[in-house]
């Protein structure tokens, strides 16, 4: 027998950690801010749904605001950056860049400071050869890079010493970044069937515990099967994704267990390894696709298959009149999930503009951006509120994110790579 458990309750601490029981939320309260979060709860079975249906824990809303900014256009050569490819942060605040020019790790102090080096490219010990988008910083203060040229997660102390690798499992190059826990277990995405058809890839997460040792996860399948277009020609085949429609995504928690969630609607689910499904969601309101951007973007889309395909014709659905509720999911260090919601898309770029860099490029121009918004929650459900980032935000190279601090880089409109660390700001100069 299934039992049915349905709560609501305002809540009133800027951060609240509960307990969650069979029957809903253990805590409750009241504020005086206007902005209550209320959120109805049910429990069926080993599934927890915390569904946020007004207000937010947070007083205010928020931005990032930059403290320190590291990169430069003309100058010191320490502090100019070709490609940045990953970001990692050490429990002192020290930031570790790896800039795929070069390839080098260049190391930095609180303050923005070059300090050092770590390793050089090469194939000896504590050398690195074509790294990707794997440099993280586990809890023990050792930095982990990926390096798939030479098959090996290479290992260093915070200081930059070479302590040692283990083999990449896959030896897979992947824009992809890689997950530590606060276990220190160390995660990397793999393709478990590479030797099959790219549309029959499986991918995994091979999982490397602190000694060493590993085991391989399988990525949640919640068989959606997204919205594509594709092309094919004498053994050349390939496929997009529509604009603007759902898909699923995931990540994984340092607190050890897979995010996920299909965005046709805002939820997304927390799977944890004691097999407790929390399902988080809120109400929101859809956002329109603007015609003359959808209508760009197929043309786009259209001329780069034209390009291997002559003749090509689009043979998917259209790109809808509005945007699913959000685009991708991080996390904290503590376990916080950050979702990136879709928003309004800006003009950046003046039609004047416009038409002058398409025919420069011979190519349609995309003169529309969205801007990076996130939602915060807490791993137990409660919506903290809404951060907003300022202008150029990547979330490629992934983010750092340490409790109320950002570690990001901003692309400005010479396309200089900077990286900068952001305290996060609450509008009223209230909050968390």
């Known amino acids: 027998m299934v039992k049915w458990c349905r709560r609501r309750h305002v809540l009133a601490f800027p951060v609240l950690l509960f307990a969650v029981n069979s029957c809903g939320i253990a805590d409750e309260g009241s504020r005086e801010s206007g902005m209550e979060w209320i959120a109805t709860t049910d429990t069926i079975g080993d599934t927890i749904r915390v569904f946020t249906e007004h207000g937010q824990i947070w007083e205010s809303d928020a931005r990032l605001v930059s403290e320190v900014s590291i990169g430069v256009l003309d100058g010191d050569p320490q502090y100019q950056f070709g490609n940045i490819r990953a970001i990692a942060v050490g429990a002192d605040g020290r930031m570790y860049v790896l800039d795929g020019h070069g390839p080098v790790i260049r190391v930095y102090g609180p303050d923005g400071t070059w300090l050092q080096n770590v390793g050089r490219e090469g194939e000896g010990p504590g050398e690195y050869k074509r790294p990707d988008s794997g440099l993280v910083m586990r809890p023990d203060g050792n930095l982990l890079l990926r390096d798939p040229g030479n098959g090996r997660i290479s290992i260093y102390d915070s200081d930059g010493v070479y302590e040692g690798s283990w083999p990449l499992a896959g030896s897979m190059n ?3 970044p890689m997950v530590v826990t606060q276990a220190g277990a160390a995660l990397t995405p793999v393709i478990k069937n590479l030797g099959e058809s790219v549309m029959e890839w499986k991918r995994g997460l091979a999982r490397y515990q602190p000694d060493g040792t590993a085991d391989t996860l399988d990525v949640p399948d919640l068989e959606f099967e997204e919205a594509q ?76 298959f034209r390009n291997n395909f002559p003749g090509w014709t689009w043979n998917g659905p259209p790109i809808p009149d509005v945007k699913p509720p959000y685009s991708g999911l991080l996390t904290s260090e503590e376990g916080r999930v950050w979702v990136r919601v879709h928003v309004a898309s800006e003009r950046n770029m003046s039609a004047e503009d416009q038409r002058s860099e398409e025919a420069r490029l011979d190519r349609p121009v995309n003169p529309y951006r969205e801007p990076v918004v996130f939602d915060v929650f807490e791993p137990t459900g409660e919506y903290l509120g809404r951060v907003e ?17 950002v570690w990001g880089i901003i692309q400005d409109e010479l396309d200089v790579a900077r990286l900068h660390r952001f305290r996060v700001e609450f509008q009223t100069g209230s909050g968390d």
């Open 174 to 176: 992947t824009s992809s």
């Open 229 to 304: 277009i594709s092309g094919e020609s004498e053994g050349n085949s390939s496929t997009s994704n529509v604009p603007f429609t759902p898909g699923q995504h995931y990540t994984y928690s340092p607190l050890g267990y897979f995010i996920t969630g299909i965005s046709e609607d805002y939820s997304f689910m927390l799977l944890t390894e004691a097999g407790q499904v929390i399902k988080i969601g809120r109400d929101y309101k859809p956002v329109p696709v603007i015609s003359d951007e959808a209508s760009i973007r197929r043309r786009q889309i259209t001329k780069n």
């Open 389 to 405: 980032t300022p202008d150029g935000f990547a979330t490629y190279p992934r983010p750092v994110i340490r409790d109320m601090t």
